[in-house]
Each structure stands twice: as structure tokens, then as C-alpha cells.
């Protein structure tokens, strides 16, 4: 690495020792979820996440539609958490993703869709955040401490 390497690419080139830790600890949850999946033969998936989560959950959507031939999209959180829509989300898997694991709006939408009785699955960094707690199964990234954009612009706005 070059001393003028920025922390994003420094994060971009540790990803894949990121998942081969995230699939190696996740081994039994991964399990987990191709059984919650047997049993609930949903019909698609929805994913709900924003920003650069959202550009994973796109990823995800054509691993699904690939490899399932499941139909998979995006939902955005503020149709539940801004306008209160209740949605008909039977026969459906939700996947959450969210680095923090606390965006209201995200939570939102997973309590939506756990009053629809569906199950949920959130991707998350932080393993013991609201949005890991609240979801029926979550997958831990483990990729240690974000310290690119993200954060940096949280700290530029804590600095102001």
C-alpha cells in the first residue's frame, strides 16, 4: 500500500478476507436460512436498505433472480417509516442491509414486515444493534470498523 492509498481503497482491498470471515462465521446462520427458506417457500424477495447497502442488496437481487429464479426488489423505507403504508408482504423474505444497524427508517420497515408475519434477515456490521436484535436471523458482516465515506462524513458533520 501507498502512503497516499485512501482509507476506501484500502477498505475495497481487504473485502475478500471480509467474506471468507464473514462466510466462515456465519456457517450455522447461513444454515439457519436455507431452512427458514425451505420452510417458507417464499414467492420473492424485497430488500430494503440505502446508499451503499442499496448497491449491495442490487447485487443480491440478481444472485436471487440467477441462481432461485426467485423474483427480488428493492423497497424504500420511507413508504413505511414517512407515509405508513401497510404492505402485503405475504409469501415474502425481507432482507435488511445496513452498516449501522440503527437507521430508523430501516428499522421500520423490518417491524412492518414482522407485523406482516414474514420472515426477516438482516446484513449487518454491528452484530448487536437494533437491527440485528429485532431481525429473526442476522448475518454479521465482521469486516471491522467503516472508515471511509460514510463515517467520515459523520464526523465532518459532528465537526461543524
Do not use: W
Request: charged content about 20%; overall charge positive.
Amino acid at each position: 500500500m501507498t502512503e497516499h492509498q485512501t482509507d476506501m481503497a484500502r477498505e475495497i482491498a481487504q473485502a475478500p478476507e471480509a467474506v471468507a470471515r464473514m462466510l466462515t462465521t456465519n456457517r450455522t446462520a447461513l444454515a439457519e436460512l436455507g431452512r427458514l427458506y425451505r420452510k417458507g417457500k417464499p414467492t420473492h424477495i424485497v430488500t430494503c436498505a440505502r446508499g451503499s447497502s442499496d448497491c449491495a442488496a442490487s447485487y443480491f437481487k440478481y444472485l436471487i433472480e440467477i441462481t432461485l429464479g426467485l423474483p427480488c426488489c428493492s423497497l424504500g423505507a420511507s413508504v413505511v417509516s414517512v407515509y405508513g403504508a401497510r404492505l402485503a408482504l405475504r409469501d415474502t423474505l425481507l432482507l435488511t442491509i445496513s452498516q449501522s444497524g440503527q437507521s430508523p427508517d430501516i428499522l421500520a420497515f423490518q417491524a412492518e414486515a414482522k407485523r406482516a408475519g414474514i420472515p426477516t434477515l438482516a446484513v449487518t456490521n454491528m452484530e448487536g444493534s437494533p437491527l440485528a436484535r429485532e431481525a429473526d436471523l442476522c448475518l454479521p458482516l465482521c469486516a471491522g470498523p467503516e472508515r471511509s465515506i460514510a463515517l467520515s462524513t459523520l464526523q465532518l458533520a459532528q465537526v461543524k
